[in-house]
């Protein structure tokens, strides 16, 4: 799999209405993106990219980011609160590395990611997670 994304220094993504736009300033694996089946990841089913914290760019939208947490409050998920699009996560299984929604990047072809493996994000629960809420 190969992305227009590899030959670039900078990544550049926002969420549909563009009230969020981001960048990443390094190269991102994006052959190594995954897909999560925990209660949450599965309903929303993006493929997701690992980035450094430190290296993602957030250059317009922080007022127009929602975060959901829930189960062991790790990780913090956000959204814009406009459109609904799901941009990044912090990590439950490794805080140190964002997971950013590869379907907010420009210039990607999703069709590229439809064969995406998936992690194991339900045994990673600590608690009974039977709702959203």
Known sequence: MTSPHHDQKFSHGRCRCGKIVFSTSVQLDF????????????RRWAVMVSCPPAQFILEKGAES????????????????????????????????????????????????YLATDINDGISMSLAADHSDG
């Open 65 to 112: 980011l929602a975060r959901y947490q829930w189960n062991t409050a790790i990780d913090k998920h956000y959204f814009c609160k406009t459109c609904g699009i799901y941009t990044h996560h912090i990590r439950r299984s490794d805080p140190s590395v964002y997971g950013v929604n590869v379907g907010c990047f420009d210039d990607i072809n999703i069709r590229d």
């Open 31 to 42: 052959a190594a993106a995954r897909r999560c089946d925990c209660s949450l990841c599965r």
